[in-house]
């Protein structure tokens, strides 16, 4: 049996370890370029310089102190909070990590009092897209863009979230 998956809080050395396994894991997958990579940790870098624990959440997760996943929950105003930069590496897959680090990130906007949650993701991130329909996310829009060195179709999801009160 494989040792458990931790999450655990952001430390020094996530950023760029997130940012150096997306953009390496998206390159062999999807074919992106290093822009990806760049905006992966523009990203990860504006959450550490802006972070607000008040509001504001990372989860990294962790087999034997390797880091096999993470997300990011950025605030965007009082009522409603952005899923950012979910991963999961592929030695972790299948496991039920992404669906679980994205209930992290709903459990603690409800608990926050935020009212909605959206996020961004592209229609290739088939796992991904899975996970978000699963946890009750609607898709409000697409566009076609050329991104990361190949054409895309970007998604905007959000979830409505019941007041806490």
């Given amino acids: 049996m494989k040792p458990p998956i931790v999450l655990r809080s952001l430390q020094v050395g996530d950023i760029g370890w997130v940012a150096h396994r997306q953009g390496i894991l998206y390159a062999q997958e999807y074919g992106w370029d290093g822009t990806f990579e760049a905006l992966v940790a523009e990203i990860a870098a504006q959450f550490v310089k802006n972070f607000d624990a008040e509001w504001e959440n990372a989860w990294i997760a962790e087999r034997e102190g390797q880091v096999v996943g993470s997300v990011f929950l950025v605030k965007v105003s009082e009522q409603e909070a952005k899923l950012r930069l979910l991963y999961v590496e592929p030695v972790a897959r299948g496991a039920g990590l992404g669906r679980r680090l994205t209930d ?5 906007a409800k608990e926050k009092g935020y009212s909605k949650l959206t996020l961004w993701t592209n229609d290739i991130l088939h796992a991904a897209r899975r996970i978000y329909q699963e946890a009750g996310f609607v898709l409000m829009s ?3 863009h050329h991104s990361f060195g190949v054409d895309l179709v970007g ?3 959000a979830l409505d979230l019941p007041a806490s009160h």
Avoid: G, H
């Fill in 104 to 108: 992290e990130c709903i459990a603690f």
């Fill in 142 to 144: 697409e566009e076609r």
């Fill in 155 to 157: 998604q905007y999801w």
